[in-house]
């Protein structure tokens, strides 16, 4: 078998050399298509990072009437904690409140000095568990949140993150709607480009196949520089998609500052890296393998 | 170790290029297929090597119906056949080593064993001088024996050849001819179609006509 591999090998890369041309130029197609599909893969996977990020830190803030009795407060407490969604909580008293908004708005902190007595209400921050916060289940809970005695109002901020997500999801349908068509269309170049190698060494594979030799080593050369294409191409557009990121990273970091929300902002993980590249290898198989079927 | 019964085949429509034909060549044998042009030698040749199937009848090779095989059976088949064309078919980008060790190396020889048994077909044949160079820097006769070589290298049982000398002079011919029959001296069937009758005469072996498709005579 090791034999068969170092044949197709350097079969391929001979006739990838002899026709480097139009290699190039097929490369750069994938490169094109992989490009266009990484790139709606980095905006969507920085998209559900941030989703993600902000789901982790999503809270209710629960606020209390100032009359709230300590009967009332201890039944909200044992509500919070058996809920498995609540993942820790934290009381913040009218005066915490005031400190935070002084700190918050100094412009307008003596405006609250000034009155006769604090407005801020006294509330409790639920920070969620996102693994155990289900959507309706979670809305339910706030709403019933909102009816419990002593409570004055419930604010969630799930909503938003929730239309976040789905344009996210919107972005990744289109991505791979777009790629999907760049891709049909590098597969039918790369079976060109390796078409014409077949024809450029076809007295060649007529005589090797007179002498009887396998169809898949006669298949396995054109099938090899269809990979070695597709994988090119991918790493091309990785190294371009890179390059492009670091540029508008850089620009959107200098816009922002180093805000927590510009710095979380990466580049693809290997893991969709590693697809990118199997996806243009597998690209360039298929279309080596369109090719490469003339041969029976 | 051949033998066709009532072999037929048809192009296009109703023109046969070989009709009814039933031989048989016993293993060791030498014979020339003969008769003119468009006789139908490089059809049975074509139908022997399993480049065309047969419209009618049957072919068997060392027991073996070639219509029953599949492709790669088929290419397996002619692993075990040598075959010599008339124009080589060299490749060309390949140096003589190269073209005579692709058999071995396809089927698996290690580098070691490819060479070793390349080189000694080489130097049986008078070529081991030239196993570098490329067929084009080669002369017809030199490249007919390259072609040879390739045939002998995987010591099949048989060797199929179509117009081997046709492309070459007549003192190389007779050399061609020669190594044919010490190929068939060492055991192998030889089937050679030529039209060359001074050539059969030379070699004097047993000779199968064809004329029109039909087998005419075999002597």
Known sequence: MAHWFTYCLEEAAASLWRQRVSVVLAVCTIAAALFVLGGFLLVTVNLDRAVSRWSAAAEFSIYLDDEISQEQRVALNALLREHPAVASREYVSK?????????????????????????????????????????????????????????????????????????????????????????????????????????????????????GAPIGLLRGPLVTEGVIQGGAGALVALAALYGVFAVVRGRLLAVLGASADAAGIGFLPWSAAALLLLVGMAVGCAGGYLAARQVR | MIETSHLSKMYGRGIYALRDVSLVVEKGEFVFLTG???????????????????????????????????????????????????????????????NVGLVPRVLGATSVQQQRRTFQVLKWLGLQHRMNAYPLELSGGEQ????????????????????????????????????????????TTVLVATHNRELMRHVGRRAITLDHGHLVETS
């Open chain 2, 144 to 187: 007919q024996r390259v072609a040879i070589a390739r045939a002998l290298v995987n010591e099949p049982a048989l060797i199929l050849a179509d117009e081997p000398t046709g492309n070459l002079d007549p003192d190389l011919s007779l050399e061609i001819m020669n190594l044919f029959r010490d190929i068939n001296a060492r055991g």
């Open chain 2, 36 to 98: 003119p042009s468009g006789a139908g030698k490089s059809t049975l040749l074509r139908l022997l090597l399993r480049q065309e199937l047969a419209t009618e009848g049957t072919v068997k090779v060392a027991g073996r119906d070639l219509a029953k095989l599949t492709p790669n059976q088929a290419q397996s088949y002619r692993r075990a056949v040598g075959f010599v064309f008339q124009d080589f078919k060299l490749i060309p980008s390949k140096t003589v080593l190269d």
């Open chain 1, 95 to 211: 005066a915490d409140a005031a400190a935070r908004f002084t700190r918050d708005f100094p412009d307008l902190a003596a405006g609250l000095a000034d009155m006769a007595r604090n407005p801020l209400p006294a509330s409790i921050e639920v920070r969620l568990n996102p693994a155990r916060a289900d959507g309706a289940a979670i809305e339910a809970f706030a709403r019933r949140l909102a009816q419990t005695p002593g409570v004055a109002d419930v604010r969630f901020d799930r909503q938003w993150l929730e239309r976040l997500g789905r344009i996210a999801a919107g972005v990744r349908w289109v991505g791979w709607s777009l790629g999907s068509v760049l891709l049909l269309a590098s597969v039918l170049t790369v079976a060109t480009v390796v078409r014409l190698a077949l024809h450029a060494r076809r007295d060649e594979v007529d005589i090797m196949q007179l002498m």
